[in-house]
């Protein structure tokens, strides 16, 4: 009796067990099924390579190098007495860093501090000592120079795009200092260049005539700017014999909008219109545009690090203005110059933050976070597609100052998630656009949304087909399902990058953690598919 009763209860307990199972593994089966559509969003992309755009001009990842903070000093100088390894003064891991970027060319010497600057006192062995009084009123040693800024661009391999001072300076200043640097003939400026170590002329790619004219330049209205602009334009001239062909002549650009009020669509009708009628003797090639991600308001308040999702999607809403801002000029441009002549030059953009604590706040210190590649991203996205008009654009700042590439602290250096994402974004050096046509989806949080997925496409110099995708969304993968017309795939490879946190950064001490990993794409047909990660930016060439 005690066994049959044992055995009917082992014979209960075995088939609640496997009902149990059962049950689990229903329940598995269950969460598969509906779960991952969830985790992962399917995006499908479409490419005809028979079909393409303008060229994406590589000087739209030009860099904006300021003496601000430790932008100038520390970050590229160092003095040749310096222990850190330089070449003549000049950083030997910066160099390295920035030629790997092949940084097209930079805008030196500001900003608002172009304005103020006078070139003489950084020529020759006596520098004076003057003062920076726009950031943070320290004193400018002058010992980077106009010499300095030549070796630095020769080492990294960039043009020099030179602002000059239309503020507290004058037509004949601007014009010594462009005879100076650029003519061959035996002037007595020529053979003071010759005497401070520098026979041969300099070649000066652009010329920046003033900078934010209607505000830290010297609040202009639009038409008193004109009349500057008209006369630097006419007698700032580059003298250089090996610019004087149509190859390689210096592109003159003039102070253009700092955002999309009226009062700055007025200033670009002012130029424009006065450019539809302008006579032989002056003549823009450029307009500058001014556009920083700020936030809701200024001075600017999100933190650079130590922040959430809410910052995150905030931050790349008011990211994304950049496409509106150009548009509206792009249309005010297409007015007066239906051929596209004169070119949009967003030669100052990137993320601006609250300063770090503890910095000096005129240094405009702040960190750089996966959030800032994604949103170097998102620009140069929005530059590519409006290639025909955006045909150069600068970061600012190139080192230690605002959305910089490399942060130095005395002999550290570390490459920022910008940097990162500059590196993986070569190829579309003087590539040609190719439209891609994508469902971008939406990704929402805290009451915003935004597209999920960005994606830009362009055959390479090469020949090579490249795709970047984006994937905005902080919380889930995207499987990207691309089709190709036009050519054969026969695979997909390139590099990814992501971090474990929007506010992830590199570190002196751990420089890896938001660096590229490789990326491979599953091949059938004339389908490629890629599974990207949460909060990334991919850049493959399709082979
Ligand atoms: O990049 C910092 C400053 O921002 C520049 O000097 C000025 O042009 C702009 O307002």
Redesign the pocket.
């Known amino acids: 009796m005690i066994s049959k009763l044992a055995h009917t209860s082992q014979f209960i307990l075995h088939v609640f067990t496997l009902f149990t199972r059962s049950l689990f593994v229903i329940l598995t089966l269950l969460v598969i099924t509906f779960a991952i559509p969830v985790l992962a969003q399917n995006v499908q992309l479409s490419v005809d390579v028979t079909k393409s755009g303008p060229k994406i001009d590589r000087n739209i990842f030009g860099q904006?190098a300021?003496h601000?903070g430790h932008g100038i000093y520390e970050g590229i100088w160092v003095g040749p007495d310096s222990k850190i390894p330089n070449t003549r003064g000049i950083r030997n891991d910066v160099v390295a860093a920035l030629k790997a970027i092949r940084v097209p060319n930079v805008r030196w010497p500001?900003?608002?501090?172009a304005d103020e600057y006078h070139w003489r006192n950084g020529i020759g062995p006596q520098r004076a000592v003057t003062l920076n009084p726009?950031w943070g009123g320290v004193s400018e040693p002058n010992t980077f120079g106009t010499h300095e800024f030549m070796d630095f661009l020769d080492q990294i391999g960039a043009d020099a795009y030179v602002s000059v001072n239309l503020g507290t300076g004058t037509p004949h200043e601007a014009a010594d200092w462009m005879e100076y640097m650029t003519t061959g003939q035996p002037t007595t400026l020529a053979k003071e260049r010759a005497a401070n170590g520098h026979p041969a002329p300099y070649k000066v790619g652009y010329l920046g005539i003033g900078?934010?004219s209607w505000?830290?330049g010297g609040n202009m209205t639009p038409d008193y700017y004109l009349s500057q602009l008209k006369i630097y334009s006419r007698f700032v001239r580059n003298f250089n014999p090996e610019q004087h062909d149509k190859q390689q002549p210096m592109l003159k650009i003039a102070v253009g909008p700092?955002g999309g009020e009226p009062r700055w669509t007025e200033w670009t009708e002012a130029i424009m219109q006065a450019y539809q009628h302008h006579t032989w003797s002056w003549d823009i090639d450029g307009l500058s545009m001014?556009s920083?991600t700020v936030g809701e308001h200024w001075p600017p308040s999100y933190k650079s690090v130590g922040f959430g999702e809410t910052e995150y999607i905030q931050m790349l809403k008011f990211t994304l203005n950049m496409e509106d801002l150009i548009n509206k000029h792009s249309a005010i441009m297409d007015k007066y110059d239906p051929q596209k002549k004169v070119a949009l030059v967003v030669d100052?953009w990137g993320a601006w933050y609250a300063p770090l604590p503890g910095s000096n706040p005129g240094f405009?210190v702040q960190q750089n976070t996966l959030l800032d590649g994604i949103l170097a991203a998102l620009n140069l996205n929005i530059f590519a597609r409006h290639a025909d008009r955006v045909r150069m654009a600068n970061i600012?700042?190139m080192i230690n100052?605002?959305q910089a590439m490399i942060m130095t602290d005395k002999e550290k250096m570390v490459l920022t998630p910008t940097y990162q994402v500059f590196k993986m974004y070569v190829p579309f050096q003087d590539s040609t656009f190719v439209p891609v046509k994508f469902d971008a989806g939406t990704y929402t949080h805290d009451n915003v949304s935004l597209p999920r997925v960005d994606a830009i496409a362009a055959k390479g110099r090469e020949g090579k087909l490249w795709l970047e995708v984006t994937n905005v969304d902080p919380n889930q993968s995207v499987e990207v399902e691309l089709s190709l017309a036009g050519t054969n795939a026969k695979s997909a490879t390139g590099e990814t990058l992501t971090a474990p946190k929007v506010d992830s950064i590199n570190t002196f001490d751990e420089p890896n953690t938001v660096v590229p990993k490789p990326i491979s794409a599953k091949v059938q047909g004339s389908k490629l598919t890629l599974k990207l990660d949460p909060k990334s930016v991919t850049v493959v060439s399709v082979e």
């Open positions: 904006f300021e601000l500001g900003g608002c501090f726009n900078n934010e505000d830290c700092g001014h920083y100052e405009l600012a700042q100052v605002l």
